[in-house]
């Protein structure tokens, strides 16, 4: 894991330039993302969370500081296209990223610019597309799929280019509760296909699920570390206007009447098994 | 006996009727709402619901089957929409795509002017839905419609159906995209809307936290049909319903039926955290 | 404006040639007001405004849109001839980008309306011009046509053309205030400009 | 009046019906390239016998892509009174763009000669057998392959530094967007309706006024087209889209000689129609 990072973000300072205008909206982020890991982006809106998630591929480039892709710096324009490769990314609205009139087409897309062969290009879009379960789709005009298809197709165009890392910036927001299952169904598996993760989400359930979580606040980095480190700061999140899961608030309203049980919990499953704990624990005692 | 504020009897509608794209959207269709209440619509895309949220505003006339909104008859040969449409607010999905006026005071005007009403009123009028929404009308009615945040956009688009002081608010997803600080916000006042103002509120929606937050009942959509109607605690109670719709029920709901497929006997209708915490808490308490 | 070719361009190029389609094909492209045909087009339009955001190139790959377009949905015998429906509307955005070019450093606005007037007028006066060289309409129609309905459909044009490209690039024009605020005694304003 | 509302139903961009009859096989480059040899030749031919020829081999083409030629005949009638308005000016009007052939009729500006009567009736005709034809190439052909073939057909151009994939790419992101923004268009149609909004109402005179009616629609089409542009923007470049450079092609056409057969075959039509007295 402390070998060489796959992203690695060095005191990042970046602002918005408009009508004259500066905005400033990363002021020092320093960050490193391993092979493998899932890396959960919380903030509010304004924190700056998107705009960082767009350094990670070179869509947007530091004004100060670096970012590198396996050692390749995004500020040189040559390393651009393998460093896009290697960092895909989804985005929020499942309609605008869109490019082809049939799904197999959008999928191809990516692998055209790369200048894959086309004898090679139809089995790695076959392959995308079952990964994300969409091969009877194929040939489907965009249009006439539901949001969390759009987005699977989405997702499908990018592992067709085999990237390292996938990169959703609040890829499930305009989803409903069924196309977000969907969607984080396909991106649990490909994380443990062994693919990094970094996901910019409004959902704590979602950052629950991840190795680390980074929290924002005004473009420098308030909190960061596993979900339960994270979670367990509740009054800096609720001055953040930061929610806990569900989850954690049930754990700790329970911890409330029963001492004994955790409080720092924050995974439905987590929780479940606790409970199990408890329960079932008990029962043997009476029984013994 | 009291007349129910808005009925629908026997309602079914069928798209392009007699071509080979016919497609049959509401199936006999009834459904009543009192007055002053709150309505949830539940279902997936492609349930029927916006057919039907679209026949509660003339948009669509019944083909077959009867629709009455505080003593106004839809299904007769001339229905008076113009007088519907003073009764009736509808709020699509993502309304703040409508926003057209460069001014935030002129959109929300827009309604009111088209209605008629004079200067005076309807001066009134805006600034009583401003208001009403969160946004301050001496603040911010000459604002640039751009310069708005997302949510404060969503806001002025509510406050422009509202202007027109509507008995009944329909709304299509109300907060499909938006951060959970805007979304709770937004969530509140149309909560206030309904309890404070009295206002009848009917709302579409796939996500079951909202659900949770504003429904007095609810009415789940499935193939042109009501599936099933009832209070949240009872729909969400219904494990077998639930996964036959593939609605996915909030977090704390579906920690309970995780625990009451495991055998716990835990009511799965507890679907606020309080109440969740307090089932799990005397799982374990029994246990002692 | 560059002409290098970027992702802005054909994206930009793209989503107006859709709305000149989408115009083409549903009614919407169509405003009743007082012409020889009954209704003013505004469906050449998105080849202006494309001129005047990005350039001559965007502008004329969305005219050909359009006329490729009209080609295929025609209705009117005219348009059936693909020189009649394709030619002139390649010159629509390349006229209204040097219209706006040549006139932006005296005033924004300006530039951007007189762009739609002159787009406008270049659709109709070339589409008439070919007509009239391929023996569909003799001169005098032409001309009565270039008037009653070339006129009205260029005033269309500026005002749509201003109000989306004032939106767009947020040029300021006109009232500060709502119409709300009118009339309203003893309340401080809240003035600010949009833009600049 | 609800019906008004109901854009995307009733929508036919791309007029594709997969019928899989033999000339939805041909390869979209040579039927591409038949149906411009074909047009050219109609729009120079000025001879009755010449355009009845046409009018009837278009007519043939119908039961060739398995579609009943009443519906492809359907096609014309909402062209149909402008064809008689045309033909009507043309009729009185055109005697001095074709002053040849008898004089039968003169009248101030009025005159209606042999040659005026020949071009007013060959012009619908023309007209007709265009129609007809783009319906057989756009029944039979779907948006995709049209762009695609169209592609391949001008990339001899990139050799001039003619952009002709970043051109077949804003074809195709134009297609992948109608249906798109139609249904937006559907929904805004209906919220502003529902605020109380008149398309088009008024005093007819008031050009400002009635324009100014349609921006609830107009103003916000565009906006969204603009705002999903720069989504698509960062999409396509996070994609490793950039634009000039040397990319692969996914769709590959591999002529056959059917398809070669076609292109002879519709240059011996152009020639026939041509040449008929």
Known sequence: MSASPLIEVKDLYFSYRTHGETFPVLRGITLRVNRGEHVAVIGHNGSGKSTLAKHLNGLLLPDEGAVWVQGLDTREKKHLREIRRRVGMVFQHPDNQLVATIVEEDVAFGLENLSVPPEEMADRVTDALRAVGMEDFRKRPPHHLSGGQKQRVAIGGILAMRPDCLVLDEATSMLDSFGRKEILQVVRRLHGEGIAVVSVTHHMSEAAEADRVIVLEKGRIALEGTPREVFREREQLSRLRLDVPEAGRIASRVHAGHPGFPDDLYRREELVEAVERFTCGKVEVNHG | ?288 | ?196 | MASAFELTRNMTIGQYIPTDSAVHRFDPRFKLVAFGVLVLAIAFCNTYVGNLFALAFCLALFPLIRIPVGYGVSGIKPAVPFIIIIALLQFFFSGSIAPGGTLHFEYGVIRITGDSIRLVIVSAMRFVEVIFLSSVLTFSTSTTDLTRGMECLLSPLEKVKFPVHAFALVLTIAIRFVPTFAMEMEKLMKAQASRGAEFGSGEWWRIIRRTKDMFPLIIPLFNLALTRAEDLILAMESRGYVPGEERSVYTRYRSKGADWGLLGISLALAAVILWLP
């Not at chain 2, 349930?47 to 629709?67: A, D």
């Open chain 2, 1 to 288: 006996m009291r007349e129910p504020f808005l009925t629908i009897r026997n309602l079914s509608h069928t798209y392009m009727k007699g071509t080979p794209l016919e497609h049959v959207a509401l199936r006999e269709v009834s459904l009543e709402a009192g007055r002053g209440e709150c309505l949830a619509i539940i279902g997936h895309t492609g349930s029927g619901k916006s057919t039907l949220i679209q026949h509660l505003n003339g948009l669509l006339l019944p083909q077959s089957g009867e629709v009455t909104v505080d003593g106004l008859h839809l299904s007769g040969p001339k229905p008076d929409v113009k007088a519907l449409r003073r009764k009736v607010g509808l709020v699509f999905q993502n309304p703040e795509d409508q926003i057209f006026e460069k001014l935030v005071g002129d959109d929300v005007a827009y309604g009111p002017f088209k209605m008629g009403y004079p200067l005076q009123e309807v001066r009134e009028r805006v600034r009583w839905a401003m208001e009403l929404v969160g946004i301050s009308f001496d603040e911010y009615k000459d604002r640039p419609t751009f310069a708005l945040s997302g949510g404060q956009k969503r806001k002025v688009a509510l406050a422009g159906v509202l202007a027109l002081k509507p008995d009944l608010l329909v709304l299509d997803e109300p907060t499909a995209g938006l951060d959970p600080y805007s979304r709770n916000e937004l969530l509140n006042r149309i909560r206030e809307l309904n309890r404070k103002e009295k206002m009848t509120v009917l709302f579409v929606t796939h996500n079951m936290e909202e659900v949770a937050t504003l429904a007095d009942r609810v009415c789940v959509m499935a193939e042109g049909r009501v599936a099933a109607e009832g209070t949240p605690r009872e729909i969400f109670g219904d494990t077998r319903l639930l996964a036959e719709h593939q609605l996915g029920p909030p977090e704390a709901v579906e920690i309970l039926h995780a625990l009451h497929r495991r055998g716990h006997p835990v009511n799965p209708g507890a679907y606020l955290t309080e109440e969740a915490a307090g089932e799990i808490l005397s799982l374990i308490r029994e246990r002692e």
């Open chain 3, 1 to 196: 404006m560059n002409n290098r070719l970027t992702v802005r361009k054909i994206v930009i190029a793209g989503v107006l040639g859709a709305i000149s389609i989408l115009l083409g094909v549903t009614r919407l492209g169509f405003i009743p007001v007082p012409t020889a045909a009954g209704n003013a087009t505004i469906m050449h339009i998105p080849a202006v405004i494309g001129g005047i955001l990005e350039g001559w190139g965007v502008g004329l790959v969305i005219g050909l849109i359009f006329g490729v377009s009209s080609f295929l949905n025609a209705t009117v015998p005219l348009f059936k001839d693909p020189l009649v429906a394709i030619i002139p509307r390649l010159f629509i955005g390349v006229a209204a980008y040097f219209t706006y070019v040549g006139l932006k450093r005296f005033n924004q606005l300006l530039a951007v309306g007189l762009a739609g007037f002159i787009g406008s007028l270049t659709n109709t006066v070339l589409v008439l011009l070919v007509a009239v060289l391929r023996g569909y309409l003799s001169s005098g129609v032409a001309l009565t046509i270039a008037v009653t309905n070339g006129i009205p459909e260029a005033v269309v044009s500026v005002i749509v053309t201003v109000a989306v490209v004032g939106v767009w690039k947020r040029i300021g024009s006109g009232r500060q205030t709502s119409k709300v605020s009118r009339g309203v005694e003893g309340e401080k304003l809240d003035h600010r400009r949009a833009g600049d």
